[in-house]
T-cell receptor, first 113, second 110 residues
Framework: DSGVTQTPKHLITATGQRVTLRCSPR?????VYWYQQSLDQGLQFLIQ???????AKGNILERFSAQQFPDLHSELNLSSLELGDSALYFC????????????FGQGTRLTVV | DAKTTQPTSMDCAEGRAANLPCNHS???????VYWYRQIHSQGPQYIIH???NNETNEMASLIITEDRKSSTLILPHATLRDTAVYYC???????????FGQGTRLTINP
């Protein structure tokens, strides 16, 4: 158990809909990272937040957004969903701004039908 | 970040040492070598990292060649639970993101 909690574990929704994925980092960790893993793209970095502020952006679509709240949990919002958004979404956390290792949650499996 | 090259798949017998190679011929002087693994759709798990010296922890050993152009991750006594995809990542210290390649699918056979 990495200490990073992601909810829900599974999500099935229709095209065009909007969903919110939630991540609770390990106790004391200030950085949260979001990754997407699809069959054809592998693990891709989406975005990082540190202590409530966006710090780094990767291949995140404009339809996707994220935020980190004062209690340090984070949410990833996916809107206007397409079939191709079906993937595993992982959250990771680390204590500081940049760290040698990140701890990953068990992921949310999103299926868009 | 420097690119890495790993074999697509490898097999190893249970109880034997599993040696996973990684080539990173374009690595820069300030880039570290990291290893993560992912057990069947679970979240990736950090294993070990190093700069130029060999490193060992409770999970594995990391051997980096003197020219730093390649490295080997060693699982000394592989068990069935070590079956996973192993990712070799080269990363500048302080970089925010991890760039995952395709990794090596390691299968431990009984």
């Amino acid at each position: 158990d990495s200490g990073v909690t992601q909810t829900p574990k599974h999500l099935i929704t229709a095209t065009g809909q909007r969903v919110t994925l939630r991540c609770s980092p390990r106790s004391g960790d200030l950085s949260v990272y979001w990754y997407q893993q699809s069959l054809d793209q592998g693990l891709q970095f989406l975005i990082q937040y540190y202590n409530g502020e966006e710090r780094a952006k990767g291949n995140i679509l404009e339809r996707f957004s994220a935020q980190q709240f004062p209690d340090l949990h984070s949410e990833l919002n996916l809107s206007s969903l397409e079939l191709g958004d079906s993937a595993l979404y992982f959250c990771a956390s680390s204590p500081h701004y940049t760290d040698t290792e990140a701890f990953f949650g068990q992921g949310t499996r999103l299926t868009v039908v | 970040d420097a690119k890495t090259t790993q074999p697509t798949s490898m097999d190893c017998a249970e109880g034997r040492a599993a040696n996973l190679p990684c080539n990173h011929s374009t690595i820069s002087g300030n880039e570290y070598v990291y290893w993560y693994r992912q057990i069947h759709s679970q979240g990736p798990q950090y294993i070990i990292h190093g700069l130029k010296n060999n490193e060992t922890n409770e999970m594995a050993s990391l051997i980096i060649t003197e020219d730093r152009k390649s490295s080997t991750l060693i699982l000394p006594h592989a068990t069935l639970r070590d079956t996973a995809v192993y990712y070799c990542i080269v990363r500048v210290e302080g970089a925010q993101k991890l760039v995952f390649g395709q990794g090596t699918r390691l299968t431990i056979n009984p």
